[in-house]
């Protein structure tokens, strides 16, 4: 399997203050050409030079500009990713970045969509409502933000041609964010479609609400914050590649893909922490453990896919393959 890592040389040409905790960064290629296109909704990976990949999405107003601009927040718990980019990356630094990925896509056939943004995660849902003001798609967008300080981007959403449509609630409770939630989804018109980016709490009860008032089929969400582990709940148990008849073990405290890896398959991966979807195989036989956060429900019930750099199996051998 090839690692599928196609990357591009950009430097950084621009950095400001989005936020009290938010840097937002310019990204152009370094040869001068134009980086490629990309819908609403993407992110890409930027490799650090520290070795880490870190997934942020691509917030510009104009997705088919030669450039990219992303917004990344300083994490208290930082793995070093925001933490490098907050205090060492500066103009002319440069990065490699992967080309643009999407899978928190717009609906083609929705009357109505409805975005909500969660403190950062309002960086995709922000390039959705400048993709669908163009366009002239019905749309609303609500931001939520514990505080005025950590509004991002507070300037573009209160001017044409987002202000008609966006509206930041600041500082409310959970409780009252759930309420003014709820009250959007009742208003909502048949056939509207959410999109929701946040911390998990907030996606969780936005995606419950959503599933329940409007059906599963009409919820999408974007996530980039791991699943937590419980240490001691990982027992040991086997998996096989497709056609192969050695049984690789995958002790507790090793991932599969860093089992596979061992054994002498080259598999790719990206964040390695089960939200980006890169290293994403198939299932043949077996039952998986799910602890990624990438699989929709639907995909987690249908037990086909796997993401081997955080899910494990329930049975004693699970049998893999490679996606086509
Ligand atoms: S590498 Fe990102 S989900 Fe596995």
Not at 11 to 31: E, G, K, P, Q, Y
Not at 206 to 221: D, I, K, P, Y
Not at 226 to 233: E, I, L, S
């Amino acid at each position: 399997m090839s690692a599928g890592t196609d990357t591009i040389e950009v430097h950084i040409t621009d950095v400001s203050a989005a936020a009290d905790d938010t840097r937002v960064f310019w990204l152009a290629r370094t040869d001068g050409t134009a980086l490629p296109t990309y819908a609403p909704g993407s992110h890409i990976d930027v490799r650090l030079p520290i070795g880490l990949v870190r997934q942020y999405s691509l917030c510009g107003a104009d997705a088919s500009a030669p450039v990219y601009r992303i917004a990344v927040k300083r994490e208290p718990a930082s793995r070093g990713g925001s933490a490098w980019l907050h205090s060492a990356a500066q103009v002319g630094t440069r990065l490699r970045i992967g080309t643009p990925r999407n899978a928190f896509s717009l609906s083609d056939t929705a009357d109505q969509h409805l975005l909500i943004a969660g403190g950062i995660g309002v960086t995709p849902i922000l390039s959705m409502a400048y993709a669908l003001a163009a366009s002239r798609r019905r749309y609303t967008l609500a931001y939520f933000a514990r505080s005025d300080a950590s509004v991002v981007f507070r300037t573009e959403f209160g001017r044409s041609p987002l202000a008609d449509e966006a509206h930041i609630h600041v500082g409310l409770s959970p409780t009252a964010t759930r309420g003014r939630i709820a009250g959007l989804l009742s208003a909502a018109l048949p056939n509207t479609h959410l999109y929701v980016c946040g911390p998990p709490a907030f996606m969780e009860m936005t995606v419950s609400l959503a599933r329940n008032m409007l059906g599963e089929q009409f919820v999408h969400q974007e996530s980039f914050d791991p699943v937590v582990r419980v240490a001691g709940d990982e027992h040991e148990f086997s998996v096989r590649l497709k056609g192969r008849s050695d049984a690789i073990p995958v002790p507790a405290g090793k991932t599969v893909l860093a089992s596979l890896r061992e054994a002498g398959f080259d598999l790719p991966s990206s964040c390695e922490v089960g939200v980006c979807g890169t290293c994403m195989m198939r299932v043949v036989a077996g039952e998986p453990d799910h602890r990624d956060t990438y699989l929709t429900d639907d995909e987690r019930a249908a037990g086909t896919c796997f993401l081997p750099c955080v899910s494990r199996s329930n049975s004693s051998v699970l049998v893999l393959d490679e996606l086509a």
